[in-house]
Structures are given as structure tokens and as C-alpha cells.
């Protein structure tokens, strides 16, 4: 799956990061937990959060993590975009919330893992 199949599946705006849509994407990890995500997330490729402050972008930089999808129609701000963006890492933004959001990509085949 793409990061454009995921723009597509979620109705996504695109933040940062447009350039990079046919990155390849094989797994996810959701929470508003960064703490959760730097414990559990094992090479995740897509990172779904509500959570919107430049501590997402450095967890996602740290973990190799090439995309975040902003649930709930958060946006992202200015300092965040441009971290992103010296960081080639995309930022999607949809308005589903954290739990369609997450059905939506499994049901596509996106798979999560276990801990």
C-alpha cells in the first residue's frame, strides 16, 4: 500500500510530505501516546495519532516512521510542518476518528502486529 492509498482511504488533506506519496507502507501503530509508541511500535511505517505537537515528529523521526496520519481533523502547524518537511516525513490529515480510521486501513490489508 501507498501513502496515497491511505490519502485515498482516509479522505486525507496532505500537510507535508507531497512529493512522497508512492511510499511504500506496510504496517501502522495507533495511540496519542508517544510513550506507547517509542515502547511497542516495531518498525511501524505509518504512525496515527490525534496528538499534534512537534514531540509526534521527533518519536516518528527516532522510529523511522515515514508517515503520520492527524485523526480527527487535527492540523498540523506551522513548526510541525517544517519539521516535517526537512525530515521527509508526510503528514496526513482526515477527519475519521482514531478507531475508523484504524478499520478502514486493516480492512485494505494494512496490518498492525502484536506486542
Do not use: H
Not at 3 to 8: A, C, E, G, N
Amino acid at each position: 500500500m501507498t501513502v496515497k492509498d491511505i490519502q485515498t482511504a482516509l479522505n486525507a488533506t496532505v500537510s507535508s510530505g507531497s512529493k512522497l506519496l508512492d511510499k511504500e507502507i506496510t504496517s501502522a501503530f495507533a495511540s496519542d501516546m508517544m510513550s506507547e509508541v517509542l515502547a511497542f511500535s516495531k518498525g511501524q511505517s505509518v504512525l496515527i495519532t490525534g496528538l499534534c505537537n512537534p514531540q509526534v515528529i521527533r518519536t516518528a523521526e527516532m522510529l523511522d516512521i515515514s508517515c503520520i496520519v492527524l485523526i480527527r481533523g487535527k492540523e498540523a502547524d506551522e513548526e510541525m510542518i517544517r519539521m516535517a518537511e526537512t525530515r521527509d516525513l508526510i503528514i496526513l490529515q482526515t477527519r475519521y476518528i482514531m478507531f475508523s480510521a484504524c478499520g478502514i486501513l486493516y480492512n485494505l490489508g494494512l496490518d498492525g502486529g502484536t506486542v
